[in-house]
């Protein structure tokens, strides 16, 4: 019979890829820990469907390795799995053309008009001191004819917002910067670098790193369709939805860092945490589509989506197999979208396919969606400083937020890995 207070010296929350990646760097002598995750499995938002032959993520997980020793120690948890390794093809659907990602070194591919028009605005465009958030950085780094031709209207689709709103560093180093020489010089060769451009994805889907991760972990210690629903800072106890109380020395968490300041009681201002949240339609088809792209990014406002991505040309599959995202704002009043809101959306998406010429005569075979909910968050300066002050307050109590939704920030895979790990190297050195 369980006691009425529990003990661990790590109490877990979430058991996606910060959590499990947590746990095992930390030292094995040091493993005295439970994990609790509200959904029913493991991943988090890298969780894989398979359906009627097809194998979806809950949106396009793929990763981009930088450290050589994290993706070996993942592979090597991982045998028998196929390792698909991928050269990025990305295009974008600008009028009646597919044009190559990213759109601002790619300008010689429009029309002669519309080059000439974005070459004056970047020779011209304004600069009137450091821009003020990320739409005005959009405009004084690269001028009217690029920034709303696709960069402003692809972003407000993503984002759900006005631009103007997010800090001048919202996307960090995710964004594909260019000077003008950049621009001209891929006039004669071409070079999208970016720092997706190369990406490993599993035969059996994102779901299988997370697999990998969880290998070695007791899985007696890890509760699943259990939440935290409160933690008591002063007394160092946490209380599940099922009704647990928990005596723990440290908390590490990578949920929505609105949701844990809300289980800790602190005071806080929800008008800082916005984000977005997305509306990801997986889609099997009767047979192939076009052969090349991987995703291909949509700016026109008259099309529901933002990005299409093709599974079956990651795994050169005969059948079209495609996800596809819808931005919406989020909503505290409405988190979530009914069944028949739901099938709206997925009518809208099938006619917008036709309409681009995605599809044709194609029969639909199978399908899925999943609500991201946060999903891109609004990076401001309110929002930054509001969380770095706040974790200072809970590091202090013994409470670590991690990851891309526990820093409340915008990242790689791998960057959530690469904070895991040095976190669990800060307790080992401790001891």
Not at 56 to 64: A, K, Q, R, T
Not at 81 to 101: N, T
Not at 197 to 206: C, I, M
Not at 215 to 226: P, Q, T, V
Request: hydrophobic letters at 40%; glycine letters at 8%; charged letters at 25%.
């Amino acid at each position: 019979m369980r006691s009425s207070l529990e003990e661990t010296r790590f109490l877990v929350i979430g058991a996606g890829i910060s959590g499990l990646s947590f746990l095992n760097w930390l030292s094995p002598e040091l493993r005295d820990f439970m994990v609790f995750e509200g959904e029913g499995e493991i991943g988090g938002y890298c969780r894989t469907v398979e359906k009627d032959g097809f194998v979806w993520d809950y949106s396009g997980h793929f990763f981009h390795f930088k450290h050589r020793d994290i993706e070996r120690y993942l592979v090597e948890r991982m045998p028998g799995q196929a390792i698909l390794k991928v050269d990025k093809v990305s295009w974008i659907r600008h009028g009646d053309r597919y044009i190559d990602f990213p759109f601002q070194k790619n300008i010689h591919q429009l029309p002669q008009d519309e080059l000439v028009e974005c070459l004056y605005d970047l020779f011209f465009r304004p600069a009137s001191g450091a821009p003020a958030n990320f739409k005005d950085m959009l405009y004084q780094k690269l001028g009217r004819g690029i920034a709303e031709r696709f960069l402003v209207p692809y972003n407000e689709k993503l984002y759900a917002t006005d631009l103007a709103t997010l800090d001048v560093d919202a996307m960090g180093r995710f964004f594909p910067h260019a000077d003008i020489a950049d621009i001209i010089r891929n006039f004669k060769a071409a070079d999208n670098a970016s720092y997706n451009a190369h990406f490993t994805y599993p035969a059996g889907g994102a779901i299988q790193y997370v697999k990998a991760l969880a290998r070695d972990l007791d899985a007696g210690r890890i509760a699943l369709s259990e939440k935290v629903v409160g933690l008591d800072l002063k007394a160092r106890v946490a209380t599940t939805s099922k009704g647990r109380t928990i005596k723990y020395e440290q908390v590490i968490s990578s949920a929505p860092f609105p949701a844990l300041l809300g289980m800790t009681g602190l005071s806080w201002d929800p008008t800082k945490y916005t984000a977005n949240k997305v509306l990801v339609f997986n889609l099997g088809f009767d047979r192939k589509g076009p052969s090349e792209p991987h995703w291909i990014y949509y700016a026109a406002k008259d099309l529901v989506f933002y990005r299409v991505g093709f599974y079956d040309n990651i795994f050169a599959t005969p059948r079209m197999s495609l996800y596809v995202e819808i931005g919406m704002p989020a909503s505290p009043t409405d988190a979530q979208l009914s069944a028949a809101d739901i099938e709206a959306y997925r009518v809208r998406v099938l006619a917008d396919l036709v309409k681009v010429g995605l599809v044709t005569d194609h029969q639909l075979v199978a399908s899925h969606s999943v609500l991201l909910d946060p999903a891109y968050v609004h990076i401001t300066k309110a929002s930054q400083a509001d969380v770095a002050a706040k974790k200072a307050i809970l590091a202090t109590a013994g409470v670590h937020s991690i990851g891309r939704y526990g820093s409340w920030t915008y990242c790689s895979i791998e960057d959530n890995i690469v904070e895991a790990r040095a976190l669990a190297e800060r307790f080992n050195a401790i001891g």
